[in-house]
């Protein structure tokens, strides 16, 4: 009998990849229903990403293994992008929990912030910073993706004093986490994703943030409005991918103040024309952009009223 057989453990593939490609490759993975991976970005050299994949060898066989493989390849050919090298590899069962920690360091962004893995210690070099603790396990990226260092360059660069904030799309939590460091009121985070409420409630306890101050729901738009219980927030984080936030947006005037913001990010670079045009379409209009690489992030606040226009709505006259 073949030894493969006798003992379950783990095929590892390894693939060298653009960071372009982190947040596509984590939704892709997640709608595949695999979790056990990492990307790791080397500081030096953030053009590339590793890559790696852990597969339960009694659950995958080879042409399972090989689909998976072509289906990241594809994925990355949609954004013209390409999969520079991949190497499968057997390790044991009680390998990969702990493996993917070592793709891991210290990361700073911006002038002032450090993202810092809770089983490391703070490099003495970055004593000056603000630091967020995060565990993301597996199945989340390191926040070295450009979207997700847009977001966080853009909270550095406005800190949220004593705002009300929210995050659609929380993943980790970081963005939400990011925000109460840097001053925020308090943060509603939500996901459809439930690993990802448990992460964020996990991270939240490793920064020593209460549920009063940071509160994570499974779900969407509307459970951010039906927990609002009848506020509204001033600032709303959404880095997500762009069709999700044309779905969403139309009810962002639910969830927003009057004088509020929003953070978009997630997007390309040529897909600010187009989004851009659907939000002036329903109220809401461009205050800043940024871009990084391919990717952009918008700051959008509600439209003015035009002018000489006069809302009668309810409108009542006595005769």
Not at 223 to 245: A, E, P, R, W, Y
């Amino acid at each position: 009998m073949n030894i493969d057989t006798l003992k379950i453990f783990w095929w590892k593939l390894e693939l060298i990849v653009s960071n372009q490609l982190e947040e596509s490759l984590i939704w892709k993975l997640n709608s595949l229903a695999i979790n056990r991976f990492a990307i790791s970005v080397d500081p030096k050299e953030r053009s590339q990403a590793l890559l790696i994949i852990w597969l339960p060898s009694n659950q995958y066989s080879e042409k399972d293994r090989n689909n998976i493989e072509t289906s990241l390849i594809e994925l990355a050919e949609i954004f013209q992008e390409s999969i520079s090298r991949s190497k499968w590899e057997k390790v044991q069962d009680e390998d990969w929990s702990s493996s993917w920690k070592k793709h891991w360091g210290p990361d700073p962004v911006g002038n002032r912030l450090l993202i810092l893995p809770s089983w490391l210690k703070c490099p003495a070099k970055y004593s000056n910073r603000t630091v967020v603790h995060l565990d993301p396990g597996s199945a989340f990226g390191t926040g070295s993706h450009p979207t997700t260092r847009l977001c966080l360059e853009a909270l550095e660069r406005n800190p949220p004093l004593n705002l009300q904030v929210a995050d659609v799309g929380c993943g980790s939590g970081i963005l939400g986490l990011t925000a109460l460091s840097l001053g925020a009121k308090e943060v509603l985070a939500v996901d459809i994703d439930p690993l990802s409420v448990s992460s964020s409630l996990k991270n939240a306890g490793l920064n020593y943030f209460s549920e009063n101050r940071f509160k994570v729901l499974n779900g969407s738009i509307d459970t951010l409005k039906n927990n609002l219980n009848g506020s509204l927030i001033d600032l709303l984080l959404c880095n997500i991918l762009f069709h999700v936030i044309k779905e969403i947006a139309p009810g962002f005037d639910r969830v927003i103040s009057p004088n509020g913001q929003a953070i978009l990010s997630g997007l390309l670079v040529d897909q600010i024309e187009d989004i851009t045009g659907f939000l002036g379409q329903i109220g809401w209009q461009v205050d800043a952009s940024y871009q990084q690489e391919k990717w952009a992030l918008l700051y959008i606040k509600r439209s003015p009223p035009l002018a000489g226009f006069v809302h009668k709505k309810n409108l009542s006259i006595d005769r």
